[in-house]
């Protein structure tokens, strides 16, 4: 594929390991970006950003516009849910959601009605002649939220909480890297609205009150990069600088992105804020541009779609709900092998063509038969450390995978198993085809449902030990009252004994006597007995 | 339709890609081995090839594997391959028999079959004959150059399958060592001269000795070289271990050779002779037994290089790249524990990689069985 000869205008640090897996992306990001038409019925999934269920707050058989809020937040870390189009709720109930588990959750289905009408928007008045501290952080930061923005690089996280810290941030990074094979997205994205993305970061950067902007991408984007380089001039913006980094898988990685233009690390158990960094993808930075400049909410987004099932591969504006089914068939596609959503390196397979796409969604793969490597069947590990090699976070993958396979958690942990960031790259240069991603999931899912047993069971102990504390006291309590009635009483007793004090006396005198006389009865008795 | 886990890209490599590039690679040293030594190293190949693959699938059979997949992994085959490159080219067919099958039943399939043995099988063939029938195992025809009698074709199959020949002097003349029809390796020659108190240069007289080892020898090592490099640029063996085995082998001979020339060999010497190529190329790098952590790549090869120098200069040995792959291959687990890379985000090593110290170590030892 084409390279840029583009020079960096930062220099670019090492990340080690890294896979060169073959690009597909000439299928997808040579025609223009195009629309489909609308879906028969739009399925949208209320989970489909990280964090809680949105609450919907339409019923069934009303009427929404399009971009009419229709499931609200459920908390703040959550995100609010807005139709895709205009038209009618036909039904609030579980369906099968984009998840690799193939498991039914709630969604809207909204029926169009054709007419792609708006609901009135509301855009931040005179924005481009506002200045940094004109602009309330306030006031972005609910538009944001308001919008429905999330992260559109991948894992869909509330972009109002990602950017609430506000001290000490001194660069933003929008990641263009889009190291994924057949993704072209961002590349398209970039292509056609460089402007607007840099727009919507100069917005960002302004809630930082005007900090470093860095725009990091893949050489293997040579349009984009002459496309940014070009927006950047028109918008007379000098704090951004491009950062052109080789291609590699993961480089869009956002640990890795920040180590090649930073030649940091963010530490263990860190996040990149504690750098001083804030990361954003380009596509939301398209998103804030459009909910702040234009009151536009995240209605619809860019998706690849490609494949060698896909008759016309290319980048498309699609409504968030639109089923996957209605894709293929629109873009004329032969009957795909299997279904990817996202990209071959870390997407998954869609476990039916009937669920809607979802704010992460960044890309359809159609597959034919034997384009993708799924097929292969898995021998034993060589340990020839291919895998090591590969590992951008310098793991020992093949250590890993002893240890997850034979259930021995608190070694594959040892080794470091959450530092792993999935990417794939082991499993993708393991000669004897082992799914070890699988087994890194696996052994991660396996210790966070024991550690919340492990909670589970101490606070069943402490429930238990409460209950048992509980009724020892209530024996205490009881044992104490009966004490203090038994003594009660034989203070009454007592009082009660005082007054006959004299009386006591003779009987007892007389009670000695009696006894005397019994004793010698009979001894009497005994000894005519033994005569 | 069942849901499989990413990635979903084709995968580029495979188990029976790298076997078969193993082979390949070896062919210059092969047909330098041919040349030199005669058809007897083609059939110790087919009887050694022949018996892996029929023990493999026997063992397979008996412990209820798959035995298609894992024939057709190539990793029996290149065992019995590589050990068969290391064996003299008229020995008994029986002790390759043995060597082999020993290899596969007692190295590979005891300790749970491929990826979970300790110890490199072609070398545990090769010690298990070398220390059990020293004579024949030491016992190489000249090369081709030198022979006064060169042995033909049906005489080599003659002399390994029964023991006798068309001509019952050759026979006799080889049992008891007679030059002209055997040789020492130039290892084995200047042990002995400088074990009768001979100097280097004196023994270095010889006509076996001569360029950058010995007649035949560093061609055998120069073939081998190329096909190790050949393997390196095709990034099947990654390059710390040959590296590593050179340059230990060079830590210790070459301060030797410095202290007394007359007593100590030169490193050239030493890594173009006996089986030093094709042990750093094709053997230490065996992924199986060898260490896969970055340092302990370096590690694992220097150790190899320096055991083999030192046990080539004072051991009772004239080579020993099989002892040192073997004793190297017994500290790899611990090795492998003490040279854990750094993970990314986390500070200047953690120590030994554990949170939890000393007493852990003795259950690392590569948690096998559960395969």
Redesign the interface.
Known sequence: MERSNFTSEIPIFEIPGGIHPEEHKLQSNQAEIRRIPLADELVINLKGQAGNRSLPVVNVGDKVLKGQMIAECDGVFSAYQHAPTSGEVIAIEERTIAHPSGLDDLCIVIKPDGEDTWTELSPVENLEGLSGKELSREKILAQIFEKGIVGLGGASFPSHIKLKQKDNIHTLIINAAECEPYVTCDDKLLQEHAEEVLKGAEIISKLYHDIKIIVGIEDNKPKAIEALDLARKNLELDNIKLAVVPTKYPSGGEKQLIQLLTGQEVPHGKLPVDLGLVMHNVGTCFAIYQALALGKPLVERLVTLTGEACQQPGNYWIPFGTPIHHLVKATGSTQPKRLIMGGPMMGYELPSDQVGIVKATNCIIMSADGELGMDQTALPCIRCGKCMDACPASLLPQQLYWHAQADEFDKAEEYDLFDCIECGACAYVCPSHIPLVQYYRYAKSTIRNNRIEKIKAEKARERHEARQERLERVKREKAERHRKAAEARKKVAAEAGKKDAKKAAVQAALARVKAKKEAQKSTDDNQEGEL | ?S?????????????T??MLWVVIATLPGLFALLYFFGYGVLINLIIACSVALLTEAFILKIRKRPIA??LW?G?AFVTAWLLALALPPLLPWWMTVLGTSFAIVFAKHVYG????NIFNPAMVGYVLLLISFPLEMTTWLPPQELAANPVGFIETIAIIFTGAASDPTTVDSLKQGVDGFTMATPLDHVKTELAQGYRIPEAESAAIITGLSGVGWQWVNLGFLAGGLVLLFKRII?WQIPIAVLLGMGLVSLPLFFANSDHYLFPMFHGFAGATMLGAFFIATD??T?S???KG?WIFGLGIGVITVLIRTFGGYPDAIAFAVLLMNMTVPMI?YYT????????ANKGH????GHD?KV??I??????
Do not use: C, W
């Not at chain 2, 990689?353 to 939890?356: I, L, P, Q, V």
């Open positions: 339709m849901i499989l886990s990413s990635p979903f890209a084709k995968k580029p490599n495979s188990v890609q790298m997949p894992i992994d990793s079959g491929l990826g979970n990654g992924p199986v060898a896969t952590t970055p790549r492998d854990k890379p750094r993970v990314y985000g986390h500070k990689g554990t949170k939890k852990e259950h690392v590569k948690a096998k069985g559960a395969n």
